[in-house]
C-alpha cells in the first residue's frame, strides 16, 4: 500500500496557532494571483468592448421588438 500524502503550498496553508489568516497574508496572495493575469491590450479591450456593445444593443432590439408585437396581439385579442 502506498502512501500518498497531499502537499500544500505556502498559499495554501493554515495558521498553526489554528486562528484565522491575517489580512496581509491575503493581501499578499491576491497581489500573487494578480501577477499572474494576461492583461489584454489596448486593441484587444476595444475589440471586446464593441462585441459585447454590439450584442446588447441587438438584444435590447429583440427584446422591444417582440414586446411590442406581443402587445400589439395582446391588444387585439382582448381589446
Known sequence: M?????TSSS?????ASGGRPS?????????AELRK????TREQ???YFMVVLVFV?????LV???DYGFNTVM???FG
Open 11 to 15: 498559499s495554501e496553508r493554515r495558521p
Open 45 to 47: 479591450l476595444v475589440t
Open 64 to 66: 422591444s421588438l417582440l
Open 23 to 31: 489580512l496581509g497574508l491575503f493581501f499578499r496572495q491576491v497581489i
Open 57 to 61: 444593443l441587438f438584444m435590447i432590439a
Open 75 to 77: 391588444f387585439e385579442i
Open 37 to 40: 493575469v494576461i492583461w489584454p
Open 2 to 6: 502506498t502512501d500518498i500524502r497531499s
